[in-house]
């Protein structure tokens, strides 16, 4: 940050850090009230969308969907105690919006070198400090906080398989050294609603993704897609434990809730028709606290991790 001769430099905090996450957001009135009322209160110190971002649908007419987007999103706040405007960084999960795939239509977009505008600026992952070649930036990427967090960011069959080089890499990702662990995609493994399209996610997903989960314990999982709010119950070998992962969403954030016939009733503890994001505190005593807050600043739940 540049004020006249000075430069200040804003080091994000891992102890006492807050983080937003959700997914399906688009240029919406809601989506509009969700950023600024809800989101940006939050002071956050980190974004995550787990995709279907700006809903061009690989479009490049609607190239402006994304100038549209990323004008709206608080990524910049003033910061409480020093006064200063900070920059939110945002880790981006891919969907099937942001690459052409709409679930709207029985039609599959092909894109050529030149796009989807969501690889093309933002490639999520560096090649030793540069921006990798195009062809070479991958849809699944990690970041490491210290010895404390790690954040997955997965690709949930869009354009990588969720087999194969993919779940060797999570395999090798989560066995990192650090308390909290999570891991976004877009389309479900633990859907709240019943849908027939996304059953390859779910049966691959617990396959090849959630015995890692479970080996390596990953705090919790963040789904989207379906544009419900949900929590399930710890989930360990498919079924609940305790000492299992938990799996929030649903892609919630900004587009029109979905009335949905509910699945996974055994496993899911919470389901409401509401927008919302969670909101994750990690305070300085290794402790994360989660929440979620509705488009009217409302508390709709809450969990903790020791």
């Excluded at 000075?6 to 009230?33: E, K, L």
């Excluded at 945002?90 to 030149?114: K, L, M, P, Q, W």
């Excluded at 994750?280 to 989660?290: A, E, M, P, Q, S």
């Amino acid at each position: 940050m540049n004020l006249g001769n000075q430069i200040y430099t804003y080091i994000m905090p891992i102890s006492n850090m807050t983080i937003v996450a959700g997914g399906d957001i688009g240029n919406t009135r809601m989506s509009h009230i969700m950023n600024h009322e809800v989101v940006a209160k939050q002071q956050p110190d980190l974004l995550m969308v787990g995709g279907d971002i700006s809903y061009d649908n690989n479009v490049p007419q609607c190239y402006q969907a994304w100038d549209t987007l990323l004008r709206d999103l608080p990524i910049q706040v003033k910061d409480l105690d020093t006064e200063f405007i900070r920059i939110i960084p945002i880790i981006f999960g891919i969907g099937n919006h942001d690459i052409g795939n709409s679930a709207y239509t029985d039609n599959d977009i092909v894109y050529t070198a030149h796009e989807p505008v969501y690889k093309h600026f933002f490639p999520q992952n560096t090649n030793e400090g540069a921006d990798p070649e195009l062809t070479h930036r991958k849809s699944y990427f990690s970041h490491k906080f210290g010895d404390r967090l790690i954040i997955l960011s997965l690709d949930a069959g869009y354009e990588e398989l969720i087999q194969g080089e993919q779940s060797h890499w999570l395999r090798d990702r989560l066995q990192v050294n650090s308390t909290i662990k999570l891991a976004q995609y877009h389309s479900p493994i633990y859907p709240a609603c019943r849908s027939e399209r996304d059953v390859d996610v779910q049966v691959l997903g617990k396959e090849h993704w959630v015995s890692l989960f479970d080996q390596f314990n990953l705090t919790a999982a963040l789904e989207n897609h379906n544009h419900v709010f949900k929590r399930t119950k710890p989930i360990k070998n498919n079924t609940v434990n305790e000492n299992g992962t938990v799996y929030l969403g649903e892609g919630s954030w900004g587009q029109l809730t979905t009335q949905c016939k509910p699945s996974n009733e055994h496993l899911v503890e919470k389901l409401e028709f509401t927008r919302a994001v969670w909101v994750f505190k990690i305070t300085n005593k290794d402790t994360l606290k989660v929440f979620a807050v509705n488009e009217s600043n409302q508390l709709v739940d809450s969990l903790r991790f020791n």
